[in-house]
């Protein structure tokens, strides 16, 4: 998920990492409560009740508990301030964790897939459920719907795509919840079956969403750039700069959530060094305000004239 700040008004600009950090932590410590009691809640009713899916649900809220921490640990570096081996600071800490949490989602939900195909191939094994395991899967599913709904707002206010991650984790085991409901009630009415073909959609929908998530990742770590609304936002700015004739070659990578970019801006020949590089000064400020970019570069260019071959210098 990507985000484009494009007032400069105090409560659409970028948060800082310390903000960042605060309200991760808050939210995510949420999740970890709420996910310490609502796991032990479907493991120990699934075994006691013998369903599967329930357990299958636990799991995957246990999964989430070793996302919430990854979260955290992200977070904790990921605030640090720059440093002669990290010269655009730390924020990439929390890229490597959103690829860490796919992957730990992609493992678990093959778990999950392997156990109940194991199942499926023995259904003289499979016991009908109790129905106090469907009224516990009821109360995962509300639970978590609202636990998403409190994360992705407080991911949206920071503009975070990793606490946006664990939102939409959240959400899953939410949808997650209503599957297994539907198994538990499938195998009440007679079909027993449903329980572990329930547990198995669940598997599915946690390794996609690990997939997803990782795939991500990976493309964030090898510099993919912001989406054009976003760049063409931070042309704007730099176009609206006092004494900037025009605006080319602007090329972003992304850095965590924030954004590395560097752009060549065009003034009038005639001017001095020093008044080309004030205003290259005063463009880059502006960019740093009001967008969510952590470092520009910028490179003066004569403007370029109606008349003349235009060739950027590199």
């Known amino acids: ?6 007032d400069d008004d105090s409560e659409h600009a970028p948060h800082s990492a310390a903000e960042r950090a605060a309200a991760a932590s808050r939210s995510t410590w949420v999740s970890v409560v ?7 809640a479907q493991v120990i009713v699934g075994t006691l009740t013998k369903s599967q899916a329930l357990i299958a649900d636990g799991i995957h809220s246990l999964s989430d508990l070793v996302s919430d921490f990854v979260v955290l640990f992200a977070g904790h570096h990921a605030k640090k301030d720059a440093d002669e081996d990290h010269p655009y600071g ?22 999950m897939v392997w156990s109940a195909l194991q199942k499926l191939e023995s259904p003289e094994t499979i016991a009908a459920p109790h129905y106090v395991s469907l009224w516990v899967a ?18 949206k206010a920071v503009k975070s795509s ?6 939409w984790h959240a959400r899953s085991d939410a949808a997650s919840s209503l599957v297994v409901s539907l198994g538990i009630l499938g ?26 998530f990782g795939w991500d990742a990976l493309h964030d ?12 936002a931070i042309r704007s700015t730099l176009m609206a700069t006092p004494g900037v004739a025009g605006v080319h070659d602007v090329r972003t990578r992304k850095m965590g959530d924030m954004v590395v970019a560097d752009a060549h801006i065009e003034v ?18 502006a960019v740093l305000k009001r967008h969510r970019v952590l470092n520009l570069m910028t490179h003066v260019d004569p403007a370029h004239r109606p008349d003349a071959d235009h060739q950027p210098v590199v």
């Open 1 to 6: 998920m990507q985000f484009t700040e494009q």
């Open 34 to 40: 709420v996910n310490v009691v609502l796991a032990s």
């Open 90 to 111: 730390h924020q990439r800490f929390e890229t490597a964790a959103s690829l860490a949490l796919g992957a730990i989602l992609l493992a678990v939900g093959g778990g």
């Open 138 to 155: 009821l109360g995962g599913i509300a639970t978590k719907e609202l636990l998403f709904r409190y994360m992705l707002r407080t991911a």
């Open 162 to 167: 990793l606490l946006v991650a664990n939102a």
């Open 187 to 212: 195998s009440m009415a007679g079909y027993p079956l449903l329980d572990p073909i329930a547990a198995l959609i669940v598997g599915f929908m946690v390794g996609k969403m690990g997939w997803s």
């Open 221 to 232: 770590l090898m510099d993919r750039a912001v989406d054009e609304e976003e760049v063409q």
């Open 268 to 285: 009038d020949a005639k001017l001095t060094v020093e008044e080309g590089h004030n205003i290259a000064v005063a463009a880059r400020n």
